[in-house]
């Protein structure tokens, strides 16, 4: 019933946080370019990037799951918003998806991507082997 708020809530931090990391991490540079006279390479995969990746996704889930609960009636444009809270019955039966489904939702995307980043990592970490040489 109301199980996509839980990701919405993780996605609403995490894109918090992916702000900041990023203000951070261009402030960071700018004194490291300053400071430096070396050409200072840029990391393709800094930390905000990865976390707007996670909230990328977790936007994602929280957008189609809205639109399957709107779907079915679950959700209405008019207060209070969920059909479940007209009743103090379904209240209780929503909060108990809430914390069953919504939270076993948000942990598994969570888990994805923490696969994800640590395929990239590993990818990331191996040497560059040289071309091979084309045989005439």
């Keep these: 019933m ?3 708020l839980i990701s919405a809530g993780e996605a609403l931090v995490v894109t918090a946080v992916a702000k900041g990391i990023q ?3 261009e402030k960071t540079e700018e004194e490291l370019r ?3 006279d070396k050409e200072i ?3 393709p995969y800094p930390w905000s ?10 936007w994602g889930g929280v957008v189609l799951l809205a639109f399957e ?3 079915h009636g679950e959700v209405v444009p008019w207060f209070p918003f969920l059909t479940a809270m007209y009743d103090p019955g379904d209240a209780a039966e ?4 809430m914390a069953t489904v919504g939270v076993s939702m948000a942990c598994l995307i969570t888990a994805v991507w923490g696969i994800i980043m640590g395929v990239v ?7 560059e082997k040289a071309p091979l040489a084309e045989a005439a």
């Design 2 to 4: 109301a199980c996509f």
């Design 23 to 25: 203000h951070h991490e």
């Design 34 to 36: 300053k400071t430096s």
């Design 41 to 43: 390479k840029a990391n």
């Design 49 to 58: 990037r990865r976390l707007m990746l996670l909230a990328y996704l977790l």
């Design 69 to 71: 609960h709107v779907w």
């Design 94 to 97: 929503m909060l108990h998806e």
């Design 121 to 127: 990592s590993s990818i990331l970490k191996r040497p």
